[in-house]
């Protein structure tokens, strides 16, 4: 910006100068017409009647009128008019002209406005260079003086901490960075709050569901057949209870990745596709895991189970017939079903990054909009597109450890 301050005054600067450059010239040009050739107009006006009556022209200082055989040289053949001429390091100026008399010249030997010309246009040379410099160190000063607090400004919002010295000025920059210091503050106070309700309620309800879990353990263990089934399904939707809450309090912690151990996502995945292959019994559906190359990220184990088995169990629920492969690529771990695919609002939603609905919320209840909060914590990419041959293909690129 500051760049940009400077660059606009010194081309105002050319600009000014080089229109008064032009107005200048024309005016030392209609000087010099005024000056030089009016007075060997006037000096020709009365020198060449005398000669041609015969009278004697006495000329004043400088200046010396000569017909015919008279002229050098040098200064024959002129067209009528005044000429300016090069006579060794002299310069002339030579008014030529004919009448009944013949061809004349009015030569001015001694005429200073040559020299005055080349002192006023230095002048002005000097005045250009003065002005463009001017404008320079004008464009530099205020370019400092407008581009250094909003540099401040820039890098306090950057640092998430705007200083004193720019809350408190009078100015329009001051009004801009109080206004910015209050949402962000705002801001800040609002995410506070979200992520202390997560981890309050997520903490409220993990001692609930181990309590439920321990008496569904205890059912299994010792009820007849007919209460060892509710049991079970009670232990399985508390256990999946437990796991969201322990993913939700993990998301709302700040992502601090680079000091945990690495996890293998090939174990991972090969586990959730374990975990969910019930859903697919009884049903003409495969569900199967293709193995690839070695992947282990800085990630807890808990999310990424959660994103992977989000996914294999939306498209175990949602494809009714064909299979459902979830595979191993480098750096990438891929799930693709023969089903439905997606609706394409739900696909709008996915490339915006709004909220997605959920199209599998029984059991866990994440939903595509949690699967993709994760990638995002985890600094992991999200894709999806829709199979040629029918079907969804979902893609979650991790960054290797």
């Known amino acids: 910006m500051k760049r940009r301050i400077v660059v606009a005054f010194v081309l105002f600067g050319l600009g000014a100068s080089a229109f008064f450059a032009f107005i200048a010239a024309l005016a030392v040009e209609g000087i010099e017409v005024q000056l030089v050739d009016k007075r060997l107009e006037a000096a020709v006006a009365w020198a060449a009647p005398r000669q041609a009556a015969g009278l004697d022209v006495d000329m004043p200082a400088g200046l010396r009128f000569q017909r015919n055989e008279a002229i050098p040289a040098t200064l024959r053949g002129l067209a009528d008019g005044v000429h300016k001429v090069d006579v060794g390091t002299t310069r002339l100026h030579v008014l030529a002209g004919h009448d009944t008399g013949g061809n004349w010249v009015l030569v001015d030997h001694e005429s200073d406005y040559d020299k005055i010309e080349l002192v006023v246009y230095s002048m002005f040379a000097t005045v250009f260079a003065g002005f463009v410099l001017l404008a320079l160190l004008l464009g530099g000063f205020l370019g400092t003086r407008v581009v250094t607090p909003i540099s401040e400004l820039a890098q306090a919002v950057g640092s998430d901490a705007v200083p004193a010295a720019l809350t408190g000025r009078k100015d329009e920059l001051g009004v801009l960075a109080r206004a910015l210091e209050a949402h962000t503050s705002e801001l800040r106070a609002f995410l506070d709050r979200e992520r202390y309700f997560t981890?309050?309620?997520?903490?409220?309800?993990?001692?609930?569901?181990?309590?439920?879990?321990?008496?569904?353990?205890?059912?299994?263990?010792?009820?007849?057949?007919?209460?060892?089934?509710?049991?079970?399904r009670i232990y399985r939707a508390a256990r999946e209870a437990a796991e969201c809450v322990t993913v939700l309090l993990l998301l709302a912690r700040a992502p601090q990745l680079g000091t945990l151990a690495p996890v293998a996502l090939e174990q991972i995945a090969e586990d959730e596709v374990d975990k969910y292959r019930a859903l697919v019994a009884g049903k003409p559906l495969?569900?199967?895991?293709?193995?690839?190359?070695?992947?282990?990220?800085?990630?807890?184990?808990?999310?990424?189970?959660?994103a992977i088995g989000n996914l294999v169990r939306n498209a175990c629920q949602y494809t009714d017939r064909g299979e459902v492969v979830v595979r191993l690529l480098p750096g990438q771990v891929v799930v693709e079903d023969t089903g439905p695919g997606l609706p394409p609002a739900v696909v709008a939603t996915l490339g915006s990054g709004a909220?997605?609905?959920?199209?599998?919320?029984?059991?866990?209840?994440?939903?595509?909009?949690?699967?993709?909060r994760i990638c995002d914590f985890l600094g992991a990419g999200f894709a999806y597109q829709a199979r040629p041959e029918g079907g969804s293909r979902f893609t979650i690129t991790f960054t290797p450890a």
């Open 199 to 232: 981890g309050d309620v997520s903490h409220e309800l993990r001692s609930p569901l181990t309590v439920i879990m321990g008496a569904a353990e205890i059912l299994m263990q010792e009820s007849s057949p007919a209460v060892r089934a509710p049991a079970e």
């Open 286 to 306: 495969s569900l199967r895991f293709v193995d690839g190359p070695a992947l282990a990220v800085r990630a807890p184990r808990e999310l990424c189970a959660a």
């Open 355 to 372: 909220g997605v609905p959920s199209s599998g919320s029984g059991g866990t209840g994440l939903g595509l909009a949690l699967a993709r």
